[in-house]
DNA sequence: AGTCCGATGACAGTGACTGACATCAGTGGT
DNA sequence: ACCACTGATGTCAGTCACTGTCATCGGACT
């Protein structure tokens, strides 16, 4: 038993949210954890490298799958279409909003997990800029349509979560791009 | 003697920026920079709630200049423009790019300083996007337009530092805006 | 059976951070 | 001058995140 129980990081995941869920972030030790998923609060640190790190283990799937996206739409695509593609594509991953929700009340509890939330944001925001950059983009184009991308998935995948009725997250995200595109429009109105 | 010496704060900034700049922030323990500047850990605690919170003394001041000045801006300015001028008050706060430099170059090399440096921003934005919310902007586009403010700021704020020749900070405010007005514009080329 | 390797356990240690209590400097009242 | 009061500081013990090191175990391969 114990040793060589497979997929130690799920369950260090799992027990994780759990616990989280159960007591707060603040109120659970690492030992707690690595003791529910039958391991040694040793071996947590082997899988993930701090407290926070448990929560995020799928983001980057997402930055890669985000990337990937930008970096293959057609050059003739704007760069702001290129990032809407890219949107598209992360839209498709996610399905039950029940999971992301729990998770996300667990993150919305506790400065340090928003914390490093943002840390993820600003890394897939650098990694699209890249992607952007190697489409030809120069800078700061490339950092600001990324930044700007970014700041439509936040505020679209919020609404998503917030929302009362069950929409599509690809139409949220279509939507909150064209907002994003109506408040900076250049003519000053009035 | 000791006790009673005044500035206990900018005393623990002085000796935390030095001590960070000379041997590196992880290199450096709390107890080493409360005793540089004639203090105690505990004392050291008391002024600044952990290691990192010591390098961002002045950004609360940044935050207040800058909501002030989107909450003062005219009715008649669109979110966007309000937002503009609130770059414009804060741009008036950079005097001399030395110290900024410093202080970024600190921060670049450690990745904790570098996310507590996230976490301000987006309290900016959020701060921003609650006065956007009081000028009757409704959500999300008060959140779109204050990321994409805060985003603007970053952008503008790097390319001013590392600058070859010195620039007019607000100038490259006014020209980062301009060029996210011009990467989110409707209309796709070709 | 013997050998090797990667994952885990055990243990000691550092440093960030906290709670509780004592102590000291300056202030104001008498 | 004396004394109470307040707020900033020092002292000390303790928890917990995180790390380095070495022993140990399970499985694969020969």
Redesign the interface.
Known sequence: MGRWEPNACGRLAQAALELFGERGYEQTTVAEIAKRAGLTERTYFRHYADKCEVMFGKSGVLQEQFVTAVAEAPQ??????AVAAGLEAVAQAFADRREYRQRQAVIAAN?EL???E??KY?SMSAAIADALRRRGVAE??A???A??GI??F??GFQ?WLSASEEREISQVMRE?LD????????G???
């Open positions: 003739s695509m704007a760069p702001i279409d400065a928003q914390e490093r943002l840390t600003a700061p184009s950092t600001l349509t930044e700007a700041a439509v936040k505020v609404l909150s907002e994003l595109k109506a408040v900076t429009a250049r000053v109105p009035g």
